[in-house]
């Protein structure tokens, strides 16, 4: 059974940084794209950032110059490196990986941004 893993969110403080990690566990060969999403309260889930097998990202116009998302596919995590985070970036993170054409994902992380 599939199962992805997060760490790394919190509370810090306006301009401050944050890495969220997700590891896949399970029996697989390969990962396709592999993404991280946020929902705040009262709001929809969004797509912050997504990396494909091939390293190639995309961004949230919102996020773009402060988010970086990176992956490792030895280890079958994906990370994301926030900087200058704001309090409207104050959500649940959740990490997401299309694996065989299914849509997996984690558990979720809150990260809260005080001003």
């Known amino acids: 059974q599939v199962q992805l893993l997060e760490s790394g969110g919190g509370l810090v403080q306006a301009g401050g940084s944050l890495r969220l990690s997700c590891a896949v566990f399970?029996?697989?060969?390969?990962?396709?794209?592999m993404g991280w999403y946020r929902q705040a309260p009262g709001k929809q889930r969004e797509l912050v950032a997504a990396?494909?097998?091939?390293?190639?990202?995309n961004y949230l116009d919102s996020v773009k110059g402060r988010f970086t998302i990176s992956r490792d596919n030895f280890a079958n995590t994906v990370y994301l490196q926030m900087n200058s985070l704001k309090p409207e970036d104050t959500a649940v993170y959740y990490c997401?990986?299309?694996?065989?054409?299914?849509?997996?994902w984690g558990q979720g992380t809150q990260v809260t941004v005080s001003s």
């Open positions: 990396v494909t097998s091939s390293g190639r990202a």
């Open positions: 399970g029996f697989i060969f390969s990962i396709n794209d």
């Open positions: 997401n990986a299309d694996i065989y054409g299914n849509s997996k």
